[in-house]
Structure formats: C-alpha cells, structure tokens
C-alpha cells in the first residue's frame, strides 16, 4: 500500500481522441481508487476538431475530480502540457497520452519511486509497441545522440509516462516542442531523475499526431536544449572567447604584414590581409553576441512569466 497524503495532479493532453478518452478516464480512476491515491485528473483539449470536447464536456458532469482546461486552438503537445501544469494542483503531476498507449497501471510505481525521493521518474517503454522503421529505429537514435550531447543517458526521451515533484515543474519554461526534453530541463533546474520500465500498449483509436519529420525538430530542440543546459548562465564564455581570440589573431596578423609593408613589400593583394580584416570584423562581432546575450539572458530570467497558451475556458463540475 502506497502510502500519499499529498494531492497527485495527473495531465492528458489529448487531440482528437474522442475514442480512447473515455476508456482512459475509467481506467485511470480505476486504478487511483483502487490503491486508495487521492487525485485530480486534469484533460487539456488541444484544441481536438472531432467530437472529444463533448465526450468531455458530458463526462465532467458527472465526474467531480476531472477538470477539462479546453484551449482555445491546436497549439501541440507541449503547450498543452504546460497548461495542464499551470492549472495543476497536486504536489505530484503524473503525466501521460491520452490515446491509451501508457498504461495507468504503472502510475501507483511511478509514485512509488517519486517518495523514494526523487524529483523526475521517467517510464521506459521497453517494450514499445510501435512501428520499428519510423519510429524505434530514428527514437533509438535520437536517445543515444540526446544522451551524449546533454550527459543525461535515458533510454526513451519520447516517453510520455513521466511522474514529477510540483517543485521542478514549476520552475521550468515550456517552448517549442520541448517537452521530450523535459528531463533535460529539469536536470538544468538541478532535479534528481531515475527512469523506470513502463507498459506499452497499441494505438487502438485515432492516429499518430507525428510522423517521421518530428526527427528534424527533435534535432533543432536539441541544439537549442544543448546550449542551454551549457550556456544559458554565461553566454560571454561562448562568443566572448571566441570573440577575443579572433581578435587576437587578427592583430597578430596585421602587425606581421606592417612589418613586411615597413620592410618595402606590397602587402595590398595578400590573401592573409582579407583574412586579417574578417578575422578583426567578426571577432568584434561576436564579443558585443557575447555581451548582448549577456543582457538578454538577464531579462529571460528576471522578466515576468507569460504562459505560451491562452485558455478559453476551464470545464469542472462544482457540484457535490
Ligand atoms: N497531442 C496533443 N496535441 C498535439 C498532438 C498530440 O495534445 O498537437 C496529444 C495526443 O492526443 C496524445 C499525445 O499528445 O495524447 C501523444 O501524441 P501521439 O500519440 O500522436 O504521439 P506518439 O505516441 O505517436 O508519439
Ligand atoms: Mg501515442
């Protein structure tokens, strides 16, 4: 028996999933009932164009603890799941897909392994249940190349089944299609991660949101992903370094060809003095990126929070 005083938030971001939302919920509440966890089910629709928003809509009516946050457009998985956070109120959020591929069955571990007292548990689909070319092969890749460039060695990023403390989620900032980074991030914010083997299940209903072009943006998150977990705090380390020895050569370079011009030899048509000059001009280029980022990595961090997302209305039945 798994022992939890503590409210557990658990968040579905679904589009188009009218036929697998309502076996979810019964399944999810089965399971949460059954080892006695106190909870709140919190469904973001991403803006869905089937019928999932009234299948929602007539199941909160009934349902005290599910709270539907209906956004007011598709704006993607991870803009989904920051508003499911955002609205969130549990000390544990739990987070999982809506089409029924992770098994609710492995929440109660995950929540186990949370009060052993880390701060991210990731689930392992160890024994996934999808297409082998366009989807284990280029994922496989993808968490070996995700693991050598940021040091954080999982075995599968793109797992949904993910259990955080209210603490790391907080503190982190959602943009693009971030959230398969969000152990990186949450390593940044200095979060204590172990991954656990999860059940993975068919698509029964719907279809896959991705297809193999998601392996492009996945690569572009990581660049980004990968300075920010190096740089973001000292971006003058990058382009000020740079910068000055840049700067440096040229001026080395440029007081060789003065000495040669002093000694009597034509040093207009030298290739080396164009690469003087360039070296000179973007040297200077890159310490004032330097300083510029500087500035601006303060006003990320001192700014105000603005949610990526605007909700257009918040769906909960209030009645006993
Ligand atoms: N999803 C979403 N907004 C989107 C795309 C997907 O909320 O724009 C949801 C989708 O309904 C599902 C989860 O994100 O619950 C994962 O999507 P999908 O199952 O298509 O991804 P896959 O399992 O194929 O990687
Ligand atoms: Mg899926």
């Not at 909870?39 to 928003?53: A, M, P």
């Not at 082998?132 to 990023?157: C, Q």
Request: aromatic share 10%; charged share 20%.
């Amino acid at each position: 028996m798994i022992k939890v005083n503590n409210l557990i938030s658990i968040v579905v971001p679904v589009y188009n999933e009218s036929e697998s939302i309502k076996l979810l919920i019964n399944e999810i509440f089965y399971v949460m009932d059954s080892h006695k966890l106190q909870f709140e089910l919190i469904i973001v629709n991403d803006g869905s164009v089937d019928n999932t928003i009234n299948v929602l809509e007539n199941l909160s009516k009934k349902i005290k603890q599910l709270i539907v946050i209906n956004l007011r457009k598709n704006y993607g998985q991870t803009a989904a799941l920051a508003a499911g956070f955002d609205n969130s109120n549990g000390e544990i959020i739990v987070t999982l897909d809506g089409d029924l591929q992770n098994d609710p069955n492995d929440i109660p571990n995950l929540i186990t392994k949370i009060n052993e007292g880390y701060d991210l548990i990731c689930g392992w689909r160890f024994e996934r249940k999808d297409k082998l070319i366009n989807r284990r092969i280029p994922s496989k890749i993808a968490n070996r190349l995700i693991g050598k460039v940021t040091g954080i060695f999982l075995h599968d990023y793109g797992c949904s089944l993910k259990a955080f403390k209210r603490e790391i989620i907080k503190d982190i900032k959602l943009y693009g299609e971030l959230h398969r980074f969000l152990p990186v991030l949450a390593n940044i914010e200095g979060a204590k991660i172990k991954e656990t083997k999860v059940n993975h299940r068919k698509r029964k209903y719907g279809y896959s949101k991705y297809g193999i072009d998601r392996t492009f943006r996945v690569l572009m998150d990581l660049l980004t992903v990968w300075f920010m977990n190096k740089f973001l705090t000292r971006p003058m380390y990058v382009f000020g370094f740079i910068g000055i020895i840049s700067i440096i050569s040229s001026f080395i370079i440029s007081s060789y060809l003065i000495v040669l011009k002093f000694l009597g030899e034509n040093i207009g048509n030298r290739p080396l003095l164009m690469f003087a000059l360039i070296l000179g001009i973007a040297g200077v280029q890159l310490f004032s990126f330097g300083l510029l980022g500087e500035l601006l990595m303060r006003t990320y961090h001192e700014s105000q929070n603005r949610p990526i997302y605007r909700v257009r209305n918040i769906i909960q039945n209030t009645n006993n």
